[in-house]
């Protein structure tokens, strides 16, 4: 029998329903999935979205793809548009990086469906992601409200039985913005989103084809997301729930009200639990009955033969490098004499989510503090005196230049270096857009070409803290690994 993995599953969910416009941005765990689909590359996630909804307006059935922090950066305008509303479909991939392989942070995108205000779906296997795809276009289009669907690594890369294409017909494609809200206030928009758009979500989420429903003892189980799927042949009830937002409160209800024990399985965070953490019957990760972050299988049996006891509390372990292992800085890499200088000189530095986040631990310490892609230009700009911004040529792009702009306006005091490779080398090798003529006419810029020696390269960081104001530093060298690639 044919099989078919979650990313393949994707790609024909897109092609089934005539999906046009495809825009995302680079990072774990959904660069290839956004290179199967086609995706056109953008700046930054709010760009990405702001692409969809004007595909949207005029009639073009579109789809974001993000990985879980570019959920933040497009919360603005995904916010808005739950009670500005759309036109054609819109559906938004989180891609969560559950136990982080390669993000700063774990994050649970679900959090975005009350935030926002719009429905997320959470699919278990490869045919529920591709049915949540279409389901999540057909409601988008019936509500005109963008949809998120949440997947992770591991739905991704899960293989099921093959699926047999199932296109949409298109007439959701023609579906444009209109202007009926603008009689309305923004509370008034609010209160129509409540009464009209909320409710029928609801309802949605009640009848879904997506839940699964298997009666079997007194114990059940209630799972959203891939830990559904681990929770199958349990011989115990189980109700695999197709929306993690809004919730099936009724068929929640008759669920619990039918059984004595409940555990609900889910990951990384007990987003589900602690909407029902009220009831005595409820077991899971609140309850220490379920780890936190990312499960298998083998934790949901265990969790179930402890149900009836209360977990001992045990000391916390915390996951290191030592116990993980540590990708440094690559072999060969054009910068390791710049990094190498900036652990010699006596500053703070700011770094970006990229290469320069590799360089922060030994042998080379040279970055001191890292939040976010971007971020390091006005991080550096609050430094309590003169400091550096390490900032790649892709996060520069992505929004550092508004941190740079920043700079200027204020006249702050700092010494930007951008690692210009011209890729987003942490994320594929994607091509990163040329702005040192943009940023040579903002500000005073120097050039570096690398490999120099060490001494040099610190030599060129001394004399930039030196100068008053703020000086850009252009280090330009080419990537090793992705050139490799090529």
Not at 100 to 118: C, K, N, V, W
Not at 187 to 203: K, M, Q, T
Not at 452 to 459: I, L
């Amino acid at each position: 029998m044919k099989s078919m993995n979650g990313l393949h599953a994707l790609v024909l969910a897109a092609k089934d329903a005539c999906v046009e416009i495809r825009t995302y941005v680079p990072g774990y765990p959904i660069t290839d999935l956004a290179a199967a689909l086609g995706a056109e590359i953008s700046v930054n996630e709010k760009v990405a979205m702001e692409i969809a909804l004007g595909a949207s307006a005029t009639g073009l059935r579109a789809l974001v793809i993000v990985k879980q922090v570019g959920m933040n950066l497009l919360a603005d305008p995904l916010v808005i548009s739950a009670t500005h509303t759309i036109g054609s479909g819109l559906v938004i991939i989180a891609g969560d990086d559950l136990g982080p392989r390669g993000s700063q942070a774990e994050m649970d995108s679900r959090f975005y469906g009350p935030l926002t205000e719009l429905p997320v779906l959470d699919p278990s296997s490869p045919a529920a992601l591709h049915a949540s795809i279409l389901e999540g276009y057909t409601l988008s289009e019936r509500l005109k409200i963008p949809v998120i669907v949440r997947v992770t690594w591991s739905l991704l890369a899960d293989k099921g039985s093959e699926i047999l294409p199932q296109p949409q017909p298109s007439k959701g494609a023609a579906q444009q913005f209109e202007r009926e809200g603008w009689d309305l206030t923004m509370r008034g928009r609010h209160e129509r989103h409540h009464d009209r758009i909320l409710a029928f979500a609801e309802d949605a989420s009640e009848s879904t084809t997506l839940n699964k429903l298997e009666i079997f003892g007194d114990v059940g189980i209630i799972a959203g997301g891939r830990p559904a799927a681990l929770a199958e042949g349990l011989g115990v009830s189980l109700l695999s729930l197709g929306y993690s937002n809004p919730l099936p409160a009724k068929l929640l209800r008759r669920f619990i009200d039918g059984h004595r024990l409940i555990l609900v399985a889910e990951e990384p965070e007990p987003f589900i639990e602690s909407q029902m953490a009220l009831s005595p019957k409820v077991r899971g990760k609140l309850t220490g009955h379920l780890p936190r972050g990312p499960l298998e299988r083998a934790d949901i049996i265990r969790a179930l033969d402890g149900l009836e006891e209360t977990p001992e509390k045990k000391p916390e372990v915390y996951e290191s490098l030592a116990e993980r292992g540590y990708v440094g800085v690559c072999e060969g890499c054009p910068f390791i004499s710049l990094f190498r200088a900036l652990g010699k000189v006596d500053v703070t530095v700011a770094g970006d989510a990229g290469c320069a986040i590799r360089a922060t631990r030994e042998p080379y310490q040279s970055v001191d503090v890292v939040y976010g892609l971007g971020s390091s230009i006005a991080v550096a700009s609050g430094f309590a005196k003169k400091g550096i911004a390490v900032v790649g040529d892709y996060a520069l792009a992505h929004s550092g230049l508004l941190g740079l702009i920043n700079a200027i306006w204020q006249k702050r005091d700092v010494l930007v270096i951008v690692l210009k490779n011209d890729v987003a080398a942490m994320t594929g090798g994607q091509e990163a857009p040329d702005l040192t003529k943009l940023v040579e006419a903002l500000v005073p810029t120097r050039r570096l070409e690398l490999p120099v020696s060490e001494e040099e390269v610190e030599q060129v960081l001394r004399e930039g803290l030196k100068r008053p104001g703020i000086l850009v530093l252009v280090a330009l060298g080419k990537c090793t690994k992705q050139a490799t690639k090529k």
